[in-house]
C-alpha cells in the first residue's frame, strides 16, 4: 500500500529556495513513477513535474522548467522536489502523487496522493 506524506513546505520570499520532499510509508513506491502537481486558490490542480520509477528520466512544466529540479533516492524511498527562484506564482499547495502504471503529465494517471504542503512566495 503506498502512502505518501510531503513535507517541506513554507514561506519564502521572492527569489528564494525550498525544498519539499515525498516519503512513502507503505515502503512500496520504488517502482512507481512519481509526480508533484500544484494547486493555488481557485484553480485546478497541474502538473509540475515527473521522475520515473529508476531515476533515470525527468519531465518538468514549461512554467518551472530550469527553475525546478525533481529526483529520488530510492534507497531511502523518498522523491524530492528541489524549487529555486521561486515566484509569487508558485504559491500553492503541492501534492505529490505515485503511478504503478507509468504516469505522465495528467492527474488522473496517478492513483496515490499525499495530502499535500503549503508553499508560499511572498513579494
Known amino acids: 500500500q503506498v502512502q505518501l506524506v510531503e513535507s517541506g513546505g513554507g514561506l519564502v520570499q521572492a527569489g528564494g529556495s525550498l525544498r519539499l520532499s515525498c516519503a512513502d510509508s507503505?515502503?512500496?513506491?520504488?517502482?512507481?513513477?512519481v509526480a508533484w502537481f500544484r494547486q493555488a486558490p481557485g484553480k485546478e490542480r497541474e502538473f509540475v513535474a515527473r521522475?520515473?520509477?529508476?531515476?533515470?528520466?525527468?519531465y518538468y512544466a514549461d512554467s518551472v522548467k530550469g527553475r525546478v529540479t525533481i529526483s529520488r533516492n530510492r534507497a531511502k524511498n523518498t522523491v524530492a522536489l528541489q524549487m529555486n527562484s521561486l515566484k509569487p506564482e508558485d504559491t500553492a499547495v503541492y501534492y505529490c502523487?505515485?503511478?504503478?502504471?507509468?504516469?505522465?503529465?495528467?492527474?488522473?494517471?496517478?492513483?496515490?496522493w499525499g495530502q499535500g504542503t503549503q508553499v508560499t512566495v511572498s513579494s
Open positions: 507503505g515502503r512500496t513506491f520504488s517502482s512507481y513513477a
Open positions: 521522475i520515473n520509477w529508476s531515476g533515470s528520466s525527468t
Open positions: 502523487a505515485a503511478s504503478a502504471v507509468g504516469g505522465g503529465t495528467s492527474l488522473y494517471e496517478y492513483a496515490y
